[in-house]
């Protein structure tokens, strides 16, 4: 047998082992049960949300939204003596930097806080 017939014949035998390689195989999986999404909180549904559960006083309680990155601490809880609201001081530490601000938190009817206009 000649070298040009044993290039040839290895040629033909990687031929034929490549052949095998590209035959396409279903993928199988398990089915993955669908979770419902968590809907993004704006940063002022998490700080109200945390006023509403924060006791009244000067007790530091720290807040954190994931949908957003900001992250803050209320600084203090006070009743508004015109409402059933509650009046807050807090931090807010977003991308953009770190303010300082009061707000009021009341109940909005359902099982959500909004933030209303400050007094």
């Known amino acids: 047998m000649t070298r040009k017939n044993i290039g040839v014949m290895q ?3 990687a031929a ?6 590209t035959k396409v195989e279903p993928l199988e999986t398990t089915a993955i049960p669908q979770s419902s999404p968590t809907p993004a909180k704006t940063d002022q549904a998490v700080i109200a949300d945390t006023v509403s559960r924060g006791a ?3 007790n530091p309680l720290a807040w954190a939204n994931p949908s957003t990155g ?28 770190e303010t300082r601000f009061k707000g009021l938190a009341c109940p909005s009817g359902d099982s959500d ?3 209303g206009p400050a007094r």
């Open 11 to 13: 040629l033909a035998l």
């Open 16 to 21: 034929l082992l490549l052949a095998g390689c």
């Open 56 to 58: 009244v006083g000067v």
């Open 70 to 97: 900001s992250v803050g601490v209320i600084e203090e809880i006070g009743v508004d003596p015109e409402s059933s609201c509650r009046a807050f001081v807090t931090t807010q530490r977003t991308l953009e930097g």
């Open 113 to 115: 806080w909004k933030l």
